[in-house]
């Protein structure tokens, strides 16, 4: 039999047999197609020497106004900045229970407070009350930026509505009733203002008559001008009474640690926007504990730097400002899923975010899986909707939960487990026109897509799927079974993805099934080619 030549088909084929594909690549390692031919990988180089704590969520890199270029690693035990040197610019916060000690006077809005847990906050601080709190015909709840300092100990925060009594060193948290075999809660708080309907927000854990009350609730009935009622999940065992959080206030503060020493305004030029064009006047002597997360979402607002731990707050850092860490955006949601920065307009998009029921007449903070919320164009500290601000949002209402978010030409894409949803500037009252784009092509996890040139690729739960403005595409692929047959279904939320564009690939990392749930394989994909490799 004569020797005849064969021309090897360029990209990994598994979905055949190796009879069937007797012209194909079966296997391949530490290689990539290109111009039809197969061959090695290039090396790696090491960017910092340095150790990171934790496990590296989140990459960001950016440029600031003095041309230094920058690197955020955001990693489950921290955030540090490569600017050459390391600078740990971790959020801190601080959880105290402090016996209620509020004070008003009558006409005013001013609320002065006294934690004996605190020493030295400042008016970069911001208070979140974890327990409501009822004051002088006031219902506090949410959270606070700190607007004087009034002693070692001592601060007020403006509540929003007048006092309508003089208080001195008072205050109370709710008082919870059961009725032995009810479901009915009834809830005693002072000047409540609340009505059917309204949704209450309780975060501490409180255990009355054998049912644990915490979370979202929705009044039910209004008892009187101090008491409503609520429906627990379950019928009560005995009939009861207990304070929340054993009668005390509970607080969570989010600690901005200020220049040293005290420095001038550091928000210049087109930066120097609400809160954080103002400075600081003092360097905090109080610390808190630096956050832990599971993920991050990074992005820049010129060259002030955004992040978001996963089901946490929004916050910024600017270079140069002599601010340590990363300080909570004060009018930001409190929860959130993640955000990426809008390239239609300059807006933060939220995505899985939170609530403030006080804008309806309620109390307290939840956080919706399902709600899309962004802030005022050119203005990140502005996100309650107003007639005169382009600060909205909308709940997606297919899926359970956003999973992830990317700014892409000319519109916001936000997937949910299920779908991929378009928002499309519109400059009307609703700013952006959300259109569902593609069915049945959510997203695997949230750092699972990536873009090269006008197309987004991502990887969904069965498939891999690109999305260029004409319409969700499904990727044919001839490593499938190699990849979603050994996939590992707890941690898949892992996977990330790349793009390489020297080569035009874009590389996929996910958990085997094999594995210990860390990235142990990936799955490139010449995006000029059609090939594909593993």
């Not at 003089?166 to 000047?191: E, H, M, R, Y």
């Not at 504990?289 to 990074?298: F, R």
């Not at 519109?426 to 069915?439: D, E, I, K, L, T």
């Amino acid at each position: 039999m004569p020797w005849q030549a064969v021309t090897l088909q360029p990209g990994t084929q598994i979905e055949t047999t190796p009879t069937q594909g007797s012209a194909s690549y079966q296997f391949t390692s530490n290689g990539r197609f290109k111009a039809g031919l197969f061959q090695k990988l290039g090396g790696w180089a090491k960017y910092v020497s340095a150790v990171f704590s934790g496990v590296p969520k989140s990459l960001w890199a950016w440029q600031d106004l003095n041309i230094v270029k920058r690197l955020s690693v955001a990693t489950t035990a921290g955030v540090t900045v490569v600017s050459p040197d390391l600078m740990q610019i971790t959020p801190q916060t601080l959880d105290t229970n402090p016996p209620e000690n509020f004070s008003t006077t009558s006409g005013d809005a001013t609320v002065a407070i006294v934690d004996g847990s605190t020493i030295g906050l400042t008016t970069d601080d911001v208070v979140y009350f974890r327990t409501p709190v009822s004051v002088g015909g006031l219902i506090l709840s949410g959270t606070y930026q700190i607007a004087t300092i009034t002693g070692a100990s001592g601060y007020t925060i403006e509540a929003g509505a007048l006092a309508t009594a003089n208080v001195a060193n008072g205050g109370a948290v709710p008082v919870f009733d059961s009725t032995a075999s009810s479901a009915v809660i009834k809830v005693t708080l002072n000047n409540h203002a609340q009505f059917v309907g309204s949704t209450v927000v309780l975060d501490i854990a409180t255990t009355v008559g054998g049912v644990v009350v915490q979370g979202k609730y929705t009044v039910t009935a209004i008892v009187s001008v101090n008491e409503f009622n609520i429906v627990a999940g379950q019928s009560a065992s005995s009939t009861d009474m207990q304070p929340m959080n054993g009668g005390n206030a509970g607080f969570t503060y989010y600690i901005a640690l200020g220049p040293t020493p005290a420095g001038v305004s550091y928000g210049l030029g087109a930066y120097g926007l609400g809160a954080y064009g103002k400075g600081t006047s003092s360097t905090s002597a109080q610390t808190g504990t630096p956050i832990t997360a599971t993920d991050w979402t990074q992005d820049n607002w010129g060259e002030i730097l955004l992040a978001c731990p996963e089901g946490g707050g929004i916050y910024y850092w600017q270079p140069d400002s002599g601010f340590q860490n990363l300080a909570v955006i004060p009018n930001g949601p409190l929860f959130n899923q993640g955000m990426f920065v809008s390239m239609a307009q300059q807006q933060v998009f939220a995505f899985g975010t939170s609530v403030d029921a006080r804008l309806t007449g309620g109390i307290g903070i939840y956080r919706d899986p399902m709600l899309v919320g962004w802030s005022d164009i050119g203005n990140f500290f502005q996100w309650e909707p107003a007639v005169e601000n382009f600060a909205r949002n909308y709940r997606i209402p297919t899926g359970s939960k956003c999973v992830g978010g990317a700014a892409s030409k000319n519109r916001n894409l936000i997937w949910t487990d299920l779908d991929l949803h378009a928002f499309t500037f519109n400059g009307g009252n609703s700013v952006y026109s959300p259109n569902r784009v593609g069915s049945n092509c959510g997203l695997i996890g949230m750092h699972a897509w990536a873009q090269q040139a006008d197309t987004v690729y991502w990887m969904g739960v069965g498939n891999f799927f690109a999305y260029s403005g004409a319409g969700v595409q499904p990727i044919p692929c001839t490593v499938w079974d190699d990849v979603f047959q050994n996939i590992d279904p707890d941690n898949q939320h892992k996977t990330v993805c790349g793009s390489n564009n020297d080569f035009t690939e874009i590389w996929w990392w996910y958990p085997s099934l094999t594995g210990d749930g860390t990235l142990d394989k990936f799955a490139k994909f010449n995006v000029v080619e059609g090939t594909w490799d593993n």
